[in-house]
């Protein structure tokens, strides 16, 4: 069975460019996070969907971050004008039905280089 | 920001032995979770502890949770090279499904 799948697993980028990470949940899986990991550090929440919907976008670091999950399946993670802080691993993960002690199922990441 | 603190922030051991990680956390939790990370890619879901549960066991695995002192300890028994990784509490609080993870605990097992 086919877990979470994400794309590309590297992006490099300069500065001041545009970008799209790309994430296939597992099929049947209704809640979609993402997260952002720096080196050395533990991932730090981004957004949350329940379906389509946002249900959580709180850890948004600011509005040149959007992510979008129109059909309830694949979402894209968009960054506008990108910064070097952005460099980053972006992980995605889905779960079940969002349930507090559903298990999150993480996929392999987006390695995100800003130059 | 990170809710919890793992502790030490890196171990190393010797194949056979046990490896106790521990973890932190500052505000009330709906449950704990442990994750394990491998080469700064995919996380892995390893167990889940409820805020009423007091402890845990999978396979060569023990999770303890004291509320009270808001804290948690991994214990990996007969450690082998494989369990090499790092190691991530994340918690869970009650109308949130976001984790919030802490800064990981780097296990090296030497063989």
């Known amino acids: 069975g086919a877990g979470v799948s994400q794309t590309p697993s590297n992006k490099v980028t300069e500065k001041g460019k545009y970008v799209e990470l790309r994430c296939d949940p597992i099929?049947?899986?209704?809640?979609l996070y993402w997260y952002r990991q720096s080196l050395g550090q533990g991932p730090e929440f981004l957004i949350y969907f329940q379906g389509t919907g946002a249900a959580d976008d709180s850890g948004l670091p600011n509005d040149r971050f959007f992510a979008v999950r129109p059909e309830g399946s694949v979402s894209t993670l968009k960054i506008q004008r990108t910064e070097r802080g952005d460099s980053a691993v972006y992980l995605c993960?889905?779960?079940?039905?969002?349930?507090?002690?559903?298990?999150?199922?993480f996929g392999p990441g987006t390695r995100l280089t800003v130059l | 920001s990170q809710q919890g603190e793992e502790d030490p922030q890196a171990l190393s051991i010797q194949e056979g032995e046990n490896a106790t990680m521990n973890c932190s956390y500052k505000?009330?939790?709906?449950?704990l979770q442990w994750y394990r990370q491998n080469s700064g890619r995919g996380l892995v879901h390893l167990i889940l502890i409820r805020s009423n549960e007091r402890e845990k066991h999978s396979g060569r695995l023990r999770v303890t949770l004291d509320t009270s002192k808001k804290s948690s300890s991994l214990l990996i028994t007969a450690s082998r090279a494989a369990d090499t990784a790092s190691y991530f509490c994340a918690t869970g609080i009650t109308g949130r499904r976001a984790l919030t993870f802490g800064s990981g605990t780097r296990l090296q097992v030497q063989p």
């Open positions: 099929s049947g899986h209704t809640a």
């Open positions: 993960a889905s779960s079940r039905s969002g349930g507090a002690t559903d298990t999150q199922y």
């Open positions: 505000t009330s939790i709906n449950n």
